[in-house]
């Protein structure tokens, strides 16, 4: 087995291109499938494409934020030291890798946005200190942590179905409370397998990939420090390292932070997880100055996502707006029985996501389908929901979209943790495809 392993990581490192080409290429297999497949218009597909290229511009710039703010986390003192006490006891690769599947895998329970950037870090710091370890496998692993997310506390699909205001509710008549969907006991037994089943599976590829001396990128040991406030001369110089200036503008924060909590208005979404990562990285690094510096640091590394997100964006709006996605939805639902339904709407809802890799613009896609069919085969709407869900978590295992700010904090690329990913998206998906059948 180690050298099919070895083989198909090979054969992986040689032939896949960087994220970008692949977003281009996809572009091209969009475009050809909706031309073959759909009554649309070479010349309308690109003016689908041309008009969303730039819908998701501010998801983009929030993914932006989630690897800036986490980035500055990371390297501040504070955090370095957290990090140092909370890996003390991890001096072997293979509890590395266990351990960073469940920190992983618990951090996108949480919320997604901190599943993408809390492993990569962990991955890091775990590399500065075991130098035989195999990093590219280890941040594999951390990534593979984020196919719960859709099961856990921030997944969009359920959250969606369990408010009125959503675009499903007519066609459903109802809210799909998070008991029959997040807290479901199919639901739950399926995160507790793969809490257990992950670090095993991670385990056992590295075992064959085997170490690796050379795979650590070089990492900044400590995050430079501020000059003494006494070394200081001018008033802007003083301003610049002035803890009293971080202070107070945290405590606006937190201010604000409490009075939503306080009304009950506090989500955990995405511009709240920004928002809280911005404030908590000013005052871990207590001045200014320090804070700006992690601040230009970061910045380096989130080219990728400007220039391939838009691309994406089009992608999206070609393979909705031409009616592919809804036909490719219709194939696998059209060969399903009530036992079979589940687990056709999760492969289906996987194949969606290589092209539309987002959670609530796929269920804008999927619902008018899997609903009423749900709905004619008597199939629980909430595992239905889930199926969905869990099909959109999947295949991003195979999707370069959500792991460029893991390997843009890496600093790998996409080639250097696909084998591995794809691995485990074959057992995860028997895992999952199981679990919908027999629950």
Partial sequence: MRKVVLFFNLIFQRYTPDPFVI????????????????????????????????????????MVMVLVGGYIIAISPP??????????????????????????????????GLGLVVGAFVALELARKIPQLNFKVLVASAYTGFIVWHGGLSGSIPLVVNSEKNFSFEQIGRIIPTQETLFAPFNLVLLGLLFVSLPF??????????????????????????????????PAEKLESSSLVTFL???????????????????LDLNNVNFLFFFLGLILHKQPKSFIRAAIESSEKVGPLLIQYPLYAGIMAMISQSGLAAQISQFFIHISTPETFPI???????????????GGGQWAIQAPIVIPAAQALGVDLGKSVMAVAW?????????????????AIAGLKVKDIMAHCIFVLMATGLLISTVLFLF
């Fill in 23 to 62: 977003a281009t290429l996809l572009t091209f297999l969009v475009f050809l499938l909706g031309v073959t497949l759909t009554p649309t218009s070479s010349l309308e597909l690109i003016n689908y494409w041309g008009n969303g290229f730039w819908k998701i511009i501010a998801f983009t710039l929030q």
């Fill in 201 to 234: 599976i991670n385990m056992l590829l590295y075992r064959w990939y085997g170490d690796s001396e050379n795979s650590t990128p070089q990492i900044q040991e400590e995050p430079p420090q501020a000059k003494d406030v006494s070394d200081l001369r001018t």
């Fill in 344 to 358: 056709w709407t999760f492969s289906s809802a996987g194949l969606v996501n290589i092209f539309v890799p987002s």
């Fill in 249 to 267: 503008l945290f405590v606006m924060s937190a201010v604000f932070v409490g009075s939503l909590a306080l009304q009950g208005n506090f989500q």
């Fill in 391 to 407: 099909g959109d978590a999947w295949t991003n295992l195979a999707q370069p979209f959500w792991a460029l700010p893991v390997l």
């Fill in 79 to 112: 955090m370095q030291t957290l990090l140092k006490w909370f890996t003390g006891k991890i001096h072997h690769p293979l509890q590395a890798v266990v351990f960073v599947s469940l920190i992983s895998s618990f951090a996108s329970w949480l919320n997604w």
